[in-house]
Every structure is written in structure tokens, then in C-alpha cells.
């Protein structure tokens, strides 16, 4: 087995030795798994992130995004990478079955991420930030949202972004001034400036959602 990334053996000292990760497969939520299925996940982000994210690390880093006429510009590898990771099942992978996913143990799931931060972080942020963006859109989002923005964010037509830095506030958070100001219809209205946003913008995806961390007015 090809050890350009991570040594194999090792991971899978980490998993099934040290960890037992096959216990997880007696639990209901993770009973259609086994070794074999994790195995297989595995390699599958090994062979993409050697494949579709490994080539381009280095042109990535000499050849930054642009801002031009109004778009961000990324190199075409990087769109070809998300698409790989996204029709592999990797942006869903961990989420329940009926919403797309495949229930993969966390710990598999980040398994997986190795390889891809190991092949190139630039790129593989893109994905990464969508998975947290849809984790936390998933535990904390109302039946309304989950419906109508977790679909497209599971299956790679939207990214996602985590949006906290401000320009007097990065570590201290608590210095934060963007507002959310309750609307009469339950939105809120947010108003503020926020910067350092990777994947803020892109012309990856068809749409962006970004989950912005703001103060809401009156709490
Ligand atoms: C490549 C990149 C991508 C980023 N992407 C995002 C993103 O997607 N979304 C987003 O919201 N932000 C993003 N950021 C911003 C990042 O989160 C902030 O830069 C980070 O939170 C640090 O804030 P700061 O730069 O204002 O530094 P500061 O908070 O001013 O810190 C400066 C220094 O002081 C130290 N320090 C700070 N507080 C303390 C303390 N209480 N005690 C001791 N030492 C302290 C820090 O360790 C650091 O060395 C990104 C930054 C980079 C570089």
C-alpha cells in the first residue's frame, strides 16, 4: 500500500488496536458498520487525497485566490477536488442515513480528514469548514433551516463558513461587536464587520453559507 500521506499500519494501530474502534459497530447507531466498511472509507480518502488533492499543494500555494471583477478566483484543481470529496460521501458521511449520510463513527470520519489535511490544508479547508458549518447548522438549526440548506451543504452544491473574527476581536471573542437584531418575522437582522473569513468567498460552489457569530440585542 502506497505510504505518501499517513503510514497505514500506523492508522490502523491508532484505530483498531489501541482505540478497539470496532466496539462502535455493537452500538444501534452504527450497526450496519464494520471493519471492513471503515476500511473501505479509508481508502477511498486515501486514493482522493492522493489523487485529486496531493498534485496541487504547491501549485495552490504559488498561485493564491484572486479577487477580480467582483469574484474570487481559485485554481480549477480545487473545484475538482471538492467535487471528488463531495460525490465520495465525505461531506455527509457522519450525519444520520435519512438525511443522506452514512452514520460513520466520528472517529472514522476523522480518520479520513487526515488524509487530506496530510495531502494539502489549503484545499481541504473548503470541505472541512462545510463540514463544521453543517454540523452546527444540524445540531442547533430549526426544522426549517436543516431542510432547506443541509441538503445542498451534505451534498457539495453550498460550502460553509464559520464567521467569528473581527478586526479589533480574533482570540477574545467576547469583545465581538456584530449585532443580531430580532426581526418581527423570527429573522434577525446582523449588522457588523467581520474579516479573515477562509472560504468567504469562492467559485467553487453555487452558494455560501456562512454561520455568523454575532451579539443578539437585548440578551
Ligand atoms: C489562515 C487563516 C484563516 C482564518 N480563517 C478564519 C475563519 O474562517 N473564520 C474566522 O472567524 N477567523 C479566521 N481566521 C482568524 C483567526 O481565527 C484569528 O486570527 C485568531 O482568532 C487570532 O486572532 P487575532 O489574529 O486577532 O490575534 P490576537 O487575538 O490579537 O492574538 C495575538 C497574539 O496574542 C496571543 N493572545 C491572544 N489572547 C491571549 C490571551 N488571553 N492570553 C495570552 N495570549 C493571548 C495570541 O496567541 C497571539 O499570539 C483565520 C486566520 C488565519 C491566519
Redesign the pocket.
Known sequence: MNEMLINSRDLRFQLYELLGIEALTQRERFAEHSRETFDAALETARQIAEEQFAPHNRKGDENEPVFRDGRAETIPETKTAWHAFAEAGFLAAHHDAEDGGMQMPTTIQQACHGYFFAANVSTA?YPF?TVAAGNLLGAHGSAEQKERWLPPMLDGRFSG??????P??????GDLRTRAIPQDDGSYRIVGN???????EQDITDNIVHMV?ARIEGA
Open positions: 479547508a469548514l463558513t464559520m464567521a467569528l473574527t473581527e479589533h476581536a480574533g482570540s477574545s471573542l467581520k474579516i479573515y473569513i477562509s472560504g468567504g457569530i
